[in-house]
């Protein structure tokens, strides 16, 4: 392949048609234009390939495709005369894809300007005249398709492959390459599909290669012959270049559902409902014995659904009412219900949802108390999280609107499990079409492929996290996005606390690879590491760990149970005698005091691991939660191991007693999570991030568990909690518990 022969001095050319059409009906930022030239400026300048490709790196739903499109724009302008465009293996996002190219590009596509088209219908008769205006190209990565791209450029239109050709592959992560079961086949795919892009570009006379993602995973993916260096890092080195898509003050992302939400009393905080594992059983098929129709407002069983569906109808009746008070038209909302891909368990979850909203309104009909309960709990749910200084219509006017909402039928069921389905519910835009104001939608795969969805609100997710694997669960977060904080306010995210413990350690992943890799702290690197069977560190590539497993390590970072209870009083008092004896024995041969805190004391590695064992014997974890006793122990060998040190294979043990915390917070309605007392004045985890600076520190607090009141522990009986704190020096670390065989 001829690689592009371009002086490095060579002006960008900004001003032009394209770009200038482009910023004025998309109103471009300052930093988003910076980027878009930078972009363009880089391809022209930087010889790029699959293998090496140029890098736009975004945020899940956070306007990389108006940004590629823009790059798309100034690419016209300086030179390039066609774009190809590649898309995920869906249908439904190469529709979606191409109707956003005819929109943007509309006046110069009716000025002749440009034209667009997707490869499965594209003309075999254009002219001469056609051929010579500006081209974009819209195809899925599919065999076949790259074979009809093959013979569109040297067969039927030679002239094309003699062109400056920009290609970009749109959501090209291998961290969510593979959507079948049959993995090995989807990566055979991959390759083939890669190896035609390679075969193709080699016959092409100048072209450029720029990837789009939103997962910086991909970045620390290196070919299969890639080495572990002795140091165990990996460096982000295929792109020929990154930009960084710049996110906008209105995006909501992981931060607001997995950061905010530990802040008492932030918006952010509630946001998630949990729903029992049972719950997602019962969702797979049609069970006729535990759903019975005349329980369906009152049954425990499947109170998630049930309330996440009441919640959306009341939430989407208050945005409404808002609108009406600040002179708005009316909007429509959108629900998604998205646990596996099955089409049986689709039809059976469509039946449950309109069984429900069918006795909703025959109680309604009938004054039978259970709705009027069924409202006003969802209304002071969703008036937590209301807006200061921003109307909340009272519980009478939503009352009254929900009742209007359901006897219009203003809730619609739409199950999306075929591309067919998703082509005929797509809007012009390429959305999916809202067309009433309540939009539910069932389904699976499809949903997670980059369609876009407007006013999300509800998002009830119940995908099977020992499967998150390559395939990262941050793409199915839907409810990522450009979001008012008006929708917010009513929004709900319901899943398991497991689902939702597996997306939150994703979500970390994910932010601190892309910290390392914008700021160049540690020259970009993060350090990969597993456990083996002998709980022993090793260092691993970073595809072959298993996503749902990991755990970032960063800089006093904090590792605690949470979700559990202690054992009965008479099995446990013996237990607590011991540890308090054993912690004497701790305190009397410690290795230093702390000058600042006196009840910080140096103890060796393998006294500390000990205590953390006698302790894990008292606790008793709830369903969905877990305290893995061995990844622990394995964290703490590794933090008090890894640096060399006066205190090498050394904790510090910052011990606290007569605590009283409760089991719940009455806010979020969640366990606790912060028996440190991280926002109080006595503040150990302060402490612990002073003395834990090359050894790891463990605080310890021994509670009370009081039932009485607002406590709620189950057995009345004294408990230690502990508490791991990562060194202050420690180099980000994704540590894979287990990883891929």
Not at 466 to 488: N, W
Request: aromatic share 10%.
């Amino acid at each position: 392949m001829k690689n592009l022969n371009i002086n490095l001095l060579e002006s960008l050319i900004s001003s032009g048609n394209f770009f200038c059409t482009l910023k004025n009906k998309n109103n471009y930022d300052f930093a988003s234009q910076k980027v878009i030239e930078q972009t363009v400026r880089n391809l022209k300048e930087v010889s790029t390939s699959s293998n090496k490709p140029g890098m736009l790196l975004g945020k899940i739903q956070s306007g990389k495709t108006r940004t590629f499109i823009g790059i798309m724009g100034l690419a016209y302008d300086n030179g390039y005369d066609l774009v190809i465009i590649l898309t995920k293996n869906s249908n439904a996002l190469t529709k979606q894809t191409f109707e956003r190219l005819e929109n943007e590009f509309e006046n110069l596509i009716q000025e002749d300007e440009m034209a667009v088209f997707d490869i499965m219908s594209m003309p075999e008769n254009l002219r001469n005249y056609e051929l010579k205006k500006k081209m974009a190209i819209v195809l899925k990565k599919e065999k076949k398709n790259m074979e009809r791209l093959q013979k569109a450029l040297f067969e039927t239109y030679p002239s094309l492959s003699e062109r400056r050709i920009l290609f970009i592959d749109d959501e090209a992560d291998f961290a969510s390459v593979a959507y079948e079961n049959n993995k090995e086949r989807n990566i055979i795919e991959l390759k083939v599909i890669a190896g035609q892009i390679d075969k193709l570009r080699s016959n092409l006379q100048e072209t450029s290669y720029l990837q789009v993602t939103a997962t910086p995973y991909s970045l620390y993916l290196q070919p299969e012959d890639m080495t572990v260096n002795e140091h165990k890092v990996y460096q982000p080195k295929r792109p020929a270049f990154t930009e960084l898509v710049p996110v906008h003050d209105k995006y909501i992302g992981g931060e607001m559902y997995f950061e905010r939400s530990k802040i008492e009393g932030d918006i952010g905080s509630y946001l998630y409902h949990e729903i029992d594992e049972n719950e997602l059983g019962i969702l797979k098929k049609s069970d006729r014995r535990r759903v019975k129709s005349d329980t369906l407002l009152t049954n425990s069983k499947f109170s998630g659904i049930r309330n996440a569906l009441v919640n959306f109808i009341v939430g989407g009746s208050i945005r409404n009412l808002q609108n009406k008070i600040n002179g708005e038209k009316p909007s429509k909302f959108a629900f998604i219900i998205h646990t596996m891909t099955s089409k049986i368990a689709h039809q059976w979850q469509e039946d449950l949802v309109l069984e429900i909203e069918e006795k909703l309104v025959e109680s309604y009909k009938t004054s039978e108390p259970i709705f009027n309960e069924l409202i006003k709990e969802a209304y002071h749910d969703l008036a937590r999280s209301k807006i200061e200084n921003c109307y909340f219509p009272t519980f009478k006017d939503v009352y009254s609107k929900v009742c209007e909402s359901l006897v219009n039928q203003e809730l619609l069921i739409s199950i999306v499990n075929s591309e067919k389905d998703v082509n005929q519910l797509l809007d012009k835009s390429g959305q999916l079409k809202l067309r009433t104001p309540l939009n539910i939608f069932i389904g699976g795969q499809i949903l997670d492929r980059g369609i876009t969805i407007g006013n999300l609100i509800g998002f009830y997710y119940g995908r099977n996290p020992k499967k998150f694997q390559q395939d990262t669960v941050l793409q199915h977060s839907r409810m990522y996005g450009a979001r008012p904080m008006e929708d917010i306010a009513v929004t709900r995210f319901y899943t398991t606390q497991k689902i939702y413990d597996v997306m939150e350690r994703m979500h970390e992943f994910d932010s601190e690879l892309r910290k390392a890799f914008e700021s160049g702290a540690n020259n970009g690197e993060v350090v990969f590491i597993q456990r083996d069977l002998q709980n022993q560190i090793l260092p691993c590539s970073p595809n072959k760990i298993m996503l749902s497993s990991i755990n970032m390590i960063k800089p006093s970072k904090r590792f605690l149970p949470i979700g559990f209870d202690t054992l009965p009083k008479s099995k446990m008092i013996p237990k607590i005698k011991k540890i308090d004896n054993y912690i004497e024995q701790l305190i009397d041969t410690a290795l230093e005091i702390s000058p600042e805190d006196k009840q910080c004391y140096l103890i060796k590695l393998n006294d500390a691991l000990i205590l953390v064992e006698m302790i894990h014997e008292t606790l008793v974890m709830e369903e969905g939660y877990e305290w893995d006793l061995e990844a622990y122990n394995t964290l703490l060998n590794y933090l008090a191991k890894e640096y060399e040190s006066e205190n090498h294979e050394k904790v510090w043990l910052i011990l606290r007693h007569n605590r009283n915390i409760a089991r719940i917070r009455k806010s979020s309605r969640r366990f606790e999570d912060a028996p440190d007392t991280s926002s109080s004045k006595l503040n150990e985890y302060k402490i612990a991030k002073k003395v834990a600076v090359f050894c790891p520190a463990i605080i310890l607090t021994r509670q009370l568990g009081e039932t009485t009141g607002e406590f709620g522990w189950k057995h009345n009986t004294p408990f230690y909690w502990p508490i791991l704190v990562a060194p202050a020096n420690t180099i980000p670390t994704v540590f894979a518990n287990k990883h891929i065989k």
